[in-house]
């Protein structure tokens, strides 16, 4: 058992339990946004292709925890744990997605790496928790693979995870890859194990793994911390595009106002709104929704964290806002151990280089296609510092892992900074 267990004494049957139910508006659509930051891109980050789902919206379950759906810190780790935290002004936390692909033993490596930092790190520095960016298992989210999946993979792992649903995660049983399971409903997985009831209760007895389920409120959720608020939504099924209805949006604008202007603001969504892969691509309803919200509310974040496509990018947008220019951060984190990774488009037969100014206010400022890894913040009064870390995939070696992109935001100055 790692030090860092023993020293904060992490264990879910300590927990504070969060209120019960709450109810959902219905659902409208919205059209898409022909203003986007990718128009004119020399690398494409969104498909200008329209593909119909091969699944319909997938409905969403009822809430277990009362609107506005928010989660605390002090929820997830002891009273002396959130003081230490406060005490430093310093959060850190690890994240990354797409990680629970049994096909592989990717994913086992990406948990090791996990581990390896956690353990490392020095006193004050450890990570609060891991932040998942949805797929947390392949390839329809079922119940009877979260033993393996994703208790085994993180029996190691010494800290608590918390997620957003990906699109995997809510996808029904494909009659192409065999029976279907009658009794199956959209999410069961998911909401057994990261909205559970009882968060004392054990997520698998099959395994070695201590973890339990996680009591998160709803499918889409607010992290609420010392530092940062994380503001997570639910892009349900599709493939290429984020499909979010207005019951959502309006609940995300609502939360946008609500946050607290003096600490970090964070939103997390598995369908990026930028990727310049040539196999998922960014969702333009992603981008519509966000930058929409944005200007509708006059608030503006700093940072936007997604998985869904299967390897690293980080975009900087620049935003015109009231004063001047806000730099929001764009990140994809996708490689987390799905075991076939994604490849950039080419630009005149080459990959590209980054940085790259792909519009006057888009740019790629790094990117790994080779590597597995996952990324770590540290959160302050002044700053978001990201680091993120990947390592060639080996079966049988450890993880030979290296810094490949350190960033900082400037949260007064809302500007980004590569070093």
């Given at each position: 058992?790692?030090?860092?267990?023993?020293?904060?004494?992490?264990?879910?049957?300590?927990?504070?339990?969060?209120?019960?139910?709450g109810h959902h508006a219905p659902h409208k659509t919205i059209e898409t946004n022909p203003k986007s930051h990718a128009t004119?891109?020399?690398?494409?980050?969104?498909?200008?292709?329209?593909?119909?789902?091969?699944?319909?919206?997938?409905?969403?379950?009822?809430?277990?925890?009362?609107?506005?759906?928010?989660?605390?810190?002090?929820?997830?780790?002891?009273?002396?744990?959130?003081?230490?935290?406060?005490?430093?002004?310093?959060?850190?936390?690890?994240?990354?997605?797409?990680?629970?692909?049994?096909?592989?033993?990717?994913?086992?490596?990406?948990?090791?790496?996990?581990?390896?930092?956690?353990?490392?790190?020095?006193?004050?520095?450890?990570?609060?928790?891991?932040?998942?960016?949805?797929?947390?298992?392949?390839?329809?989210?079922?119940?009877?693979?979260?033993?393996?999946?994703?208790?085994?993979?993180?029996?190691?792992?010494?800290?608590?995870?918390?997620?957003?649903?990906?699109?995997?995660?809510?996808?029904?049983?494909?009659?192409?890859?065999?029976?279907?399971?009658?009794?199956?409903?959209?999410?069961?997985?998911?909401?057994?194990?990261?909205?559970?009831?009882?968060?004392?209760?054990?997520?698998?007895?099959?395994?070695?793994?201590?973890?339990?389920?996680?009591?998160?409120?709803?499918?889409?959720?607010?992290?609420?911390?010392?530092?940062?608020?994380?503001?997570?939504?639910?892009?349900?099924?599709?493939?290429?595009?984020?499909?979010?209805?207005?019951d959502q949006i309006d609940w995300f604008r609502a939360e946008l106002t609500a946050a607290d202007p003096a600490k970090a603001?964070?939103?997390?969504?598995?369908?990026?709104p930028f990727s310049g892969d040539s196999e998922h691509s960014g969702s333009t309803v992603a981008e519509q929704i966000l930058?929409?919200?944005?200007?509708?509310?006059?608030?503006?974040?700093?940072?936007?964290?997604?998985?869904?496509?299967?390897?690293?990018?980080?975009?900087?947008?620049?935003?015109?806002?009231?004063?001047?220019?806000?730099?929001?951060?764009?990140?994809?984190?996708?490689?987390?151990?799905?075991?076939?990774?994604?490849?950039?488009?080419?630009?005149?037969?080459?990959?590209?280089?980054?940085?790259?100014?792909?519009?006057?206010?888009?740019?790629?400022?790094?990117?790994?296609?080779?590597?597995?890894?996952?990324?770590?913040?540290?959160?302050?009064?002044?700053?978001?510092?990201?680091?993120?870390?990947?390592?060639?995939?080996?079966?049988?070696?450890?993880?030979?892992?290296?810094?490949?992109?350190?960033?900082?935001?400037?949260?007064?100055?809302?500007?980004?900074?590569?070093?």
């Amino acid at each position: 058992m790692s030090r860092h267990v023993l020293a904060h004494g992490r264990h879910a049957a300590t927990r504070r339990h969060p209120a019960k139910h709450g109810h959902h508006a219905p659902h409208k659509t919205i059209e898409t946004n022909p203003k986007s930051h990718a128009t004119g891109s020399k690398l494409p980050v969104q498909s200008h292709t329209f593909v119909d789902p091969h699944f319909p919206f997938q409905p969403l379950p009822t809430p277990t925890g009362p609107a506005p759906y928010r989660f605390d810190l002090s929820q997830l780790l002891h009273a002396d744990e959130v003081a230490k935290i406060t005490a430093a002004a310093k959060l850190v936390f690890h994240t990354v997605g797409d990680t629970g692909d049994e096909r592989g033993k990717e994913m086992d490596f990406v948990a090791t790496m996990l581990t390896d930092d956690y353990d490392n790190s020095p006193d004050g520095a450890v990570p609060a928790f891991f932040y998942h960016l949805g797929d947390v298992v392949y390839f329809a989210g079922d119940i009877d693979t979260y033993g393996e999946t994703f208790y085994e993979t993180y029996a190691d792992y010494p800290g608590l995870i918390v997620a957003i649903a990906g699109n995997h995660d809510c996808q029904p049983d494909d009659p192409q890859d065999g029976p279907v399971d009658p009794n199956k409903k959209p999410l069961d997985g998911w909401v057994q194990n990261f909205m559970s009831t009882d968060p004392t209760q054990l997520g698998s007895l099959k395994t070695n793994s201590n973890r339990t389920q996680m009591d998160l409120p709803n499918l889409y959720w607010t992290f609420t911390t010392p530092l940062a608020t994380i503001i997570g939504l639910f892009s349900n099924v599709g493939e290429t595009e984020a499909e979010i209805h207005q019951d959502q949006i309006d609940w995300f604008r609502a939360e946008l106002t609500a946050a607290d202007p003096a600490k970090a603001l964070i939103v997390t969504i598995h369908h990026p709104p930028f990727s310049g892969d040539s196999e998922h691509s960014g969702s333009t309803v992603a981008e519509q929704i966000l930058f929409d919200s944005f200007a509708a509310t006059n608030v503006y974040l700093h940072l936007i964290l997604s998985g869904h496509v299967h390897n690293y990018q980080r975009f900087t947008v620049q935003q015109t806002v009231p004063n001047g220019t806000a730099a929001i951060a764009c990140v994809v984190a996708g490689n987390g151990g799905y075991s076939k990774l994604s490849h950039l488009e080419t630009v005149n037969g080459d990959y590209p280089t980054a940085p790259l100014k792909l519009t006057d206010t888009l740019q790629l400022e790094q990117y790994d296609q080779q590597n597995y890894g996952f990324l770590r913040f540290e959160v302050t009064k002044q700053s978001i510092t990201g680091t993120y870390a990947s390592a060639p995939y080996a079966e049988t070696q450890p993880p030979q892992t290296s810094v490949v992109d350190h960033f900082t935001i400037d949260l007064a100055s809302r500007t980004v900074t590569t070093g």
